[in-house]
C-alpha cells in the first residue's frame, strides 16, 4: 500500500500517468459523450416509434386523415380535422386570454412599481402556477370553473347566439372552460419570457427615453416594448406549443366530443385529449390512428417550438 | 399658469400624460391580480375539499368500490413512489452526465451545441408523447406490458430535460479557479469533476433534480397508458414493477370523472397531496440555491 502511494508520488512528480488511471480518465470522458449522445437518440426514437406505430394508419388513409371528421372505432374510420380545430381553438382562446394578463403582469414585475421584496414573491407565486399538475387543474375545472362558465356561456348565447361561435346552449364541457384552463396554465410562460426579454434590455434604452422627457408609460410602449418585442413573441409561441400539447386539464373539461361543431360552448376535443381518452382502451388499426394523431401533434408543437426558440435567440444576439 | 409649466421640469399631475400613465399602471396591476387568482382558487379549493378527508386512513388503505364511504388511496401513494423511483434512477444518470459533458468537457462544439438544441425540443415534446414513445417502445413491442417500468420510462424522458438545464447551470457558477487548482495538483479531468465540481455543484442539481420529480409526481397523461391504474395492492415481489399500478395522477383523473361523492372526494385529497408535494419542493428549492457552497 505505502510502496504503490510513494510510486504515485514518483510519477506526480515525473508527469507521468499510469495506464489504468489514464484509461478511467479517457473512459469517464466517453461515458459523459455516451450519456450526451443517447439524449439525440432519445429525440430520434421518439420520432421513429411514433412514426413506425402510425405507419399503418398513413397507408390506409393517408390524407383523407385530414379532411375525415369522423373518428369511428366501430367501422374503423379515423379523420382529425375535428380536433385538429378544437386544438387550434381551444390554443386559440388560451392565447387572447393570456396574452393581454401576461404581458401586462410582465411590465408590472419587470419595473420598480412595488418594492423588490413583494415582487420577488410575486415572481415565485407565478412560478408555483406552473407547476400545478394539470389534474388538479382539471379536477378543478370540472367542479369550479365550468359551472362559472356555463353561466357566462348562456349569457354570451342569449345576448350574442346569432354570431357561429356561440351559436349553442352551453350545457358544461366545452371548449370554452378548456381554453380559459389552458390561458391559466400558459400564463407563466408568457409572464416568464415577457419578463427576461424586457430585464436584458440595455439601461440605456431607457435612461435616453425618459431623459428625452417621455414618461414611464411613454417609454414602455414606444421605447422598452419594441425592443424586446421579438422575445415576447417568442415567449408567446412557446406558450402556443405547451397550449397545443396540454393533455389532462383538457381532456377533463373540454366534453370529448369528435363531432365538428363550430361553436366554442358546444363540448369539442383536441388531439392530446382524443389520445388521452381512447388510448388505453384502443386495439389494432385505432392505435395506429391514434399514434398518427400524436404524430401530426408532435410535428405541430414540434414546428411551434423551434420556432420559438429561434425568435428568443435572435433577441439574446442583438443585445449580449 | 403657462410659466409655471415652462418653468417647471416637473411633469403636472393633471396632465393628459400623467394620467394616461397612472391608468396604464393600474391596468398592469390588475393583470397582475388577475393572474394569481386562478392560483389562490385553485389552491383554496384544493385545501377546503381536500382536508376534510384527510385521515389516516387516506395513508394506509384502499380506495372503497364505487359508491361507499371510507377507505384511502395508499395503493397510489406507493405506485406514485415506485414510478417516480424508477423515473429518478433513469434520469439523474443519464442527466447529470449529460450536463457533464456539455459544460466540463465539449468545450462549446458543435455538437454540445445540438444536444442542447435537442435537450430542448425534448423540453418542449408534450407528455402525451412521452407517453406513445414509452409505450411503442416498451408496451406494444411485448417487452413489459402496462407497467411501473413503462410509466417510470415515460416519466424519466420528461425530466430529463430539467435535470440536464438545472445541472448545467448548476456546473457553470462553478468558479474555473477551483478546476485549475485541481489539475493544478496533478488531478485527472474524472477526480476533478467527480470530486471536486460535483460536489461544488451539488445544491444546484439537487434542486433542479427535486423540482424534476415534483413535476413527474403531478404528471398524467403518459401514465394513463402505460402504467394504466389498478385497485388493488402493487405485488411486494418484483414482479409488481411488470403490472399495472395505481398512481396518485390518475387517480384524481379517473375519480374525478366518476358520479360518486366518496371518490370525487379522495380525488380531492389526492389533488391536495399532490400540491402540497409541489409547493414543499418548491419552497424547499428557493432556501436551498440560497446557500451558496463558493
Same mark, same amino acid.
Given at each position: 500500500?505505502?510502496?504503490?502511494?510513494?510510486?504515485?508520488?514518483?510519477?506526480?512528480?515525473?508527469?507521468? &500517468?499510469?495506464?489504468?488511471?489514464?484509461?478511467?480518465?479517457?473512459?469517464?470522458?466517453?461515458?459523459?459523450?455516451?450519456?450526451?449522445?443517447?439524449?439525440?437518440?432519445?429525440?430520434?426514437?421518439?420520432?421513429?416509434?411514433?412514426?413506425?406505430?402510425?405507419?399503418?394508419?398513413?397507408?390506409?388513409?393517408?390524407?383523407?386523415?385530414?379532411?375525415?371528421?369522423?373518428?369511428?372505432?366501430?367501422?374503423?374510420?379515423?379523420?382529425?380535422?375535428?380536433?385538429?380545430?378544437? #386544438?387550434?381553438?381551444?390554443?386559440?382562446?388560451?392565447?387572447?386570454?393570456?396574452?393581454?394578463?401576461?404581458?401586462?403582469?410582465?411590465?408590472?414585475?419587470?419595473?420598480?412599481?412595488?418594492?423588490?421584496?413583494?415582487?420577488?414573491?410575486?415572481?415565485?407565486?407565478?412560478?408555483?402556477?406552473?407547476?400545478?399538475?394539470?389534474?388538479?387543474?382539471?379536477?378543478?375545472?370540472?367542479?369550479?370553473?365550468?359551472?362559472?362558465?356555463?353561466?357566462?356561456?348562456?349569457?354570451?348565447?342569449?345576448?350574442?347566439?346569432?354570431?357561429?361561435?356561440?351559436?349553442?346552449?352551453?350545457?358544461?364541457?366545452?371548449?370554452?372552460?378548456?381554453?380559459?384552463?389552458?390561458?391559466?396554465?400558459?400564463?407563466?410562460?408568457?409572464?416568464?419570457?415577457?419578463?427576461?426579454?424586457?430585464?436584458?434590455?440595455?439601461?440605456?434604452?431607457?435612461?435616453?427615453?425618459?431623459?428625452?422627457?417621455?414618461? &414611464?408609460?411613454?417609454?414602455?410602449?414606444?421605447?422598452?416594448?419594441?425592443?424586446?418585442?421579438?422575445?415576447?413573441?417568442?415567449?408567446?409561441?412557446?406558450?402556443?406549443?405547451?397550449?397545443?400539447?396540454? #393533455?389532462?386539464?383538457?381532456?377533463?373539461?373540454?366534453?370529448?366530443?369528435? &363531432?365538428?361543431?363550430?361553436?366554442?360552448?358546444?363540448?369539442?376535443?383536441?388531439?392530446?385529449?382524443?389520445?388521452?381518452?381512447?388510448?388505453?382502451?384502443?386495439?389494432?388499426?385505432?392505435?395506429?390512428?391514434?399514434?398518427?394523431?400524436?404524430?401530426?401533434?408532435?410535428?405541430?408543437?414540434?414546428?411551434?417550438?423551434?420556432?420559438?426558440?429561434?425568435?428568443?435567440?435572435?433577441?439574446?444576439?442583438?443585445?449580449? | 399658469?403657462?410659466?409655471?409649466?415652462?418653468?417647471?421640469?416637473?411633469?403636472?399631475?393633471?396632465?393628459?400624460?400623467?394620467?394616461?400613465?397612472?391608468?396604464?399602471?393600474?391596468?398592469?396591476?390588475?393583470?397582475?391580480?388577475?393572474?394569481?387568482?386562478?392560483?389562490?382558487?385553485?389552491?383554496?379549493?384544493?385545501?377546503?375539499?381536500?382536508?376534510?378527508?384527510?385521515?389516516?386512513?387516506?395513508?394506509?388503505?384502499?380506495?372503497? !368500490?364505487?359508491?361507499?364511504?371510507?377507505?384511502?388511496?395508499?395503493?397510489?401513494?406507493?405506485?406514485?413512489?415506485?414510478?417516480?423511483?424508477?423515473?429518478?434512477?433513469?434520469?439523474?444518470?443519464?442527466?447529470?452526465? #449529460?450536463?457533464?459533458?456539455?459544460?466540463?468537457?465539449?468545450?462549446?462544439n458543435k455538437f454540445a451545441t445540438s444536444i442542447r438544441f435537442a435537450?430542448?425540443?425534448?423540453s418542449g415534446v408534450p407528455s402525451i408523447i412521452a407517453g406513445i414513445?414509452?409505450?411503442?417502445?416498451?408496451?406494444?413491442?411485448?417487452?413489459?406490458?402496462?407497467?411501473?417500468?413503462?410509466?417510470?420510462?415515460?416519466?424519466a424522458v420528461l425530466m430529463l430535460p430539467t435535470i440536464i438545464r438545472?445541472?448545467?447551470?448548476?456546473?457553470?457558477?462553478? !468558479?474555473?479557479?477551483?478546476?485549475?487548482?485541481?489539475?493544478?495538483?496533478?488531478?485527472?479531468?474524472?477526480?476533478?469533476?467527480?470530486?471536486?465540481?460535483? !460536489?461544488?455543484?451539488?445544491?444546484?442539481?439537487?434542486?433542479?433534480?427535486?423540482?424534476?420529480?415534483?413535476?413527474?409526481?403531478?404528471?398524467?397523461?403518459?401514465?394513463?397508458?402505460?402504467?394504466?391504474?389498478?385497485?388493488?395492492?402493487?405485488?411486494?415481489?418484483?414482479?409488481?414493477?411488470?403490472?399495472?399500478?395505481?398512481?396518485?395522477?390518475?387517480?384524481?383523473?379517473?375519480?374525478?370523472?366518476?358520479?360518486?361523492?366518496?371518490?370525487?372526494?379522495?380525488?380531492?385529497?389526492?389533488?391536495?397531496?399532490?400540491?402540497?408535494?409541489?409547493?414543499?419542493?418548491?419552497?424547499?428549492?428557493?432556501?436551498?440555491?440560497?446557500?451558496?457552497?463558493?
Amino acid at each position: 500500500m505505502t510502496q504503490s502511494d510513494s510510486s504515485n508520488t514518483d510519477n506526480l512528480m515525473m508527469g507521468e &500517468r499510469s495506464p489504468l488511471e489514464k484509461t478511467l480518465d479517457n473512459g469517464f470522458k466517453w461515458l459523459t459523450f455516451a450519456f450526451a449522445l443517447s439524449i439525440g437518440l432519445i429525440l430520434i426514437s421518439i420520432a421513429v416509434i411514433i412514426a413506425v406505430g402510425a405507419f399503418p394508419a398513413i397507408k390506409q388513409f393517408n390524407f383523407s386523415f385530414f379532411t375525415n371528421s369522423n373518428w369511428n372505432p366501430v367501422t374503423d374510420q379515423y379523420g382529425v380535422i375535428a380536433v385538429i380545430y378544437g #386544438t387550434m381553438v381551444s390554443s386559440l382562446i388560451a392565447l387572447i386570454v393570456a396574452i393581454p394578463l401576461g404581458v401586462g403582469a410582465a411590465i408590472f414585475l419587470s419595473e420598480d412599481f412595488i418594492p423588490e421584496q413583494i415582487r420577488t414573491v410575486l415572481v415565485f407565486l407565478v412560478e408555483l402556477l406552473a407547476a400545478i399538475p394539470s389534474v388538479v387543474y382539471g379536477l378543478w375545472g370540472i367542479f369550479v370553473l365550468i359551472p362559472i362558465t356555463t353561466v357566462f356561456g348562456t349569457w354570451l348565447h342569449d345576448n350574442f347566439g346569432w354570431f357561429p361561435l356561440f351559436s349553442t346552449t352551453p350545457a358544461g364541457p366545452s371548449m370554452l372552460p378548456a381554453g380559459i384552463v389552458l390561458s391559466i396554465m400558459i400564463l407563466p410562460i408568457i409572464i416568464a419570457i415577457s419578463r427576461d426579454s424586457l430585464a436584458s434590455l440595455p439601461p440605456d434604452l431607457r435612461q435616453a427615453s425618459l431623459g428625452l422627457g417621455a414618461t &414611464r408609460w411613454e417609454t414602455i410602449f414606444r421605447v422598452l416594448i419594441p425592443a424586446a418585442i421579438s422575445g415576447i413573441m417568442g415567449g408567446i409561441m412557446l406558450a402556443l406549443g405547451r397550449a397545443m400539447g396540454e #393533455t389532462m386539464a383538457a381532456t377533463m373539461i373540454i366534453g370529448n366530443s369528435n &363531432r365538428l361543431s363550430i361553436s366554442i360552448l358546444d363540448p369539442a376535443n383536441t388531439i392530446a385529449s382524443l389520445i388521452a381518452n381512447q388510448f388505453a382502451e384502443a386495439s389494432g388499426l385505432q392505435i395506429s390512428a391514434l399514434m398518427y394523431a400524436g404524430l401530426v401533434l408532435m410535428l405541430l408543437t414540434l414546428i411551434v417550438n423551434i420556432l420559438a426558440e429561434y425568435i428568443v435567440n435572435q433577441v439574446k444576439a442583438k443585445y449580449e | 399658469m403657462i410659466t409655471t409649466t415652462i418653468g417647471s421640469l416637473k411633469k403636472k399631475s393633471s396632465s393628459p400624460r400623467v394620467i394616461l400613465g397612472t391608468i396604464m399602471t393600474a391596468l398592469s396591476g390588475l393583470c397582475m391580480i388577475l393572474t394569481l387568482i386562478p392560483l389562490i382558487a385553485v389552491l383554496f379549493f384544493v385545501f377546503v375539499q381536500g382536508f376534510s378527508r384527510l385521515n389516516i386512513d387516506l395513508f394506509t388503505q384502499l380506495p372503497p !368500490p364505487p359508491g361507499l364511504d371510507e377507505g384511502g388511496l395508499a395503493n397510489a401513494i406507493i405506485g406514485t413512489l415506485v414510478v417516480v423511483g424508477i423515473a429518478v434512477i433513469l434520469a439523474v444518470p443519464i442527466g447529470v452526465l #449529460t450536463a457533464v459533458y456539455l459544460s466540463e468537457f465539449s468545450h462549446g462544439n458543435k455538437f454540445a451545441t445540438s444536444i442542447r438544441f435537442a435537450t430542448n425540443v425534448l423540453s418542449g415534446v408534450p407528455s402525451i408523447i412521452a407517453g406513445i414513445f414509452a409505450f411503442g417502445l416498451l408496451v406494444s413491442s411485448g417487452i413489459v406490458g402496462f407497467s411501473a417500468i413503462a410509466g417510470g420510462v415515460a416519466l424519466a424522458v420528461l425530466m430529463l430535460p430539467t435535470i440536464i438545464r438545472t445541472t448545467d447551470e448548476a456546473l457553470k457558477i462553478v !468558479p474555473q479557479e477551483i478546476r485549475w487548482a485541481a489539475l493544478g495538483v496533478g488531478a485527472y479531468n474524472y477526480q476533478t469533476v467527480v470530486q471536486i465540481v460535483l !460536489p461544488a455543484a451539488l445544491p444546484g442539481i439537487v434542486t433542479g433534480v427535486t423540482l424534476a420529480i415534483a413535476r413527474a409526481a403531478g404528471e398524467t397523461a403518459p401514465l394513463i397508458f402505460t402504467a394504466l391504474f389498478s385497485n388493488f395492492w402493487p405485488n411486494v415481489s418484483p414482479q409488481g414493477l411488470v403490472e399495472p399500478i395505481a398512481t396518485l395522477s390518475v387517480l384524481v383523473y379517473n375519480f374525478a370523472i366518476l358520479p360518486f361523492k366518496p371518490q370525487q372526494e379522495l380525488a380531492w385529497a389526492g389533488s391536495l397531496i399532490l400540491v402540497f408535494l409541489v409547493l414543499a419542493t418548491s419552497i424547499i428549492a428557493r432556501l436551498a440555491t440560497r446557500r451558496k457552497v463558493y
